[in-house]
């Protein structure tokens, strides 16, 4: 139990302190907070990186506040974060507090479940930052931990937690990718020129972010008229991460794509995606994965097409796509955050503009979107939107 003391001040009034045994405490308290803060920050560089597995960050915490261990789910998603931290932690886990990202995993994979480690580790109490939402898990560990006399906490709709697992959480909950998208656009509203594709709209600072929030995700998505009008590469160009792969995923109609570009030579390199409709898959012949969805008139649905990334493991996707493709993801409801770049240049003559009838934020205000966001990189000004 809480040990009360009664101390008695100069003036002879008595104050009540209670000191808080939080080991046996089963609900979040602030100190909770703070740790599993700690815990998702130290995970959130290594998004992009674990497979199908969640990006969870563990740290194993003394009761007189000391860290005695930490850990990050592994590249390619294993090992995970729990084993990871009480190893480091060792014998002194026994009567500590492990603070881990998402409740500890209850199946078997290619390593064994988690709450087993946390069970044989001694510790007295686990906060976690939310429950599992795999059906294979789905509370069976946090019952479990409590069975085994495991004092547990669980946050609720903790914002740090949702945005460390928001891909993991799409991919779950709604059977697609948690989707975001980036436009640059001129100082005059436009996102190229008709007579020769892409132009540098932004400068050196917002290309870097770009290249992070590459990183960051599980795949780069562009439509087939990105493909061929500017040949991109995707790839993560940024020093000490130049081992960051993400899929790169080409949403395309029955026009095709030559063989020539660069997401397609240099698939030994990065895998490489084509999304088409099923009457269009034997269209392609290139190195790629091909891979079919149902749609109309030779065009991939937009809602399947993401759902069959899902179900290959892919839990966010950064869209870099024209005003086509954006359009079509915005049409569908199924973009999360939009990233809208503006740059300091104009385009003038032969501009392509970002819309016709309405200013994009106008667009996106009428979506529902709003402004969570919004600050400079170098010469450039980034606005973030997500949905309310």
Known sequence: MDTTFAVRKRDQTEIEIIVVDVTRRNEIMPADLRWLEAAARIAMPYRGTTAENPTVGAIVVSPDGRVLGRGVTAAAGRPH??????????PNAKGATLYVTLEPCNHWGKTPPCVDAVLESGVARV????????????????????????????????????RLHEGFFSRVRRGRPFVAAKLAISRDGMIGRSDRGNVAITGEDARRWTH?????????????????????????????LEGRAPLRVVISGRSGLPSDLNLLVTTALQPTAIIAENSCVDSFSQGAEIIGVAGTDG????????????????????????????????????????HLLEGDVEIGANGVPATVHFSLPERLAALGFSIVERRALGCDMLTTFEKV
């Open 81 to 90: 974060a729990e084993p990871q931290a009480l190893a480091m932690a060792g």
């Open 127 to 162: 906060v976690c930052g939310a429950s599992d939402p795999d059906p294979r898990t789905g509370g069976q560990s946090i019952a479990k931990m409590r069975a085994a006399g495991i004092v547990v906490a669980l946050g609720q709709n903790l914002p740090f937690i949702e």
């Open 212 to 240: 992070m929030q590459r990183a960051l995700s599980d795949a780069v998505i562009v439509g087939g008229a990105t493909a061929r009008l500017d040949d991109p590469k995707l790839t993560v160009r940024l020093a000490g």
């Open 299 to 338: 065009r991939p649905d937009m809602e399947a097409a993401l759902q069959a990334l899902a179900a290959r493991g892919i839990g966010s996707v950064f869209v870099e796509g024209g005003a086509g493709l954006n359009d079509s993801l915005l049409d569908a409801g199924l973009i999360d955050r939009f």
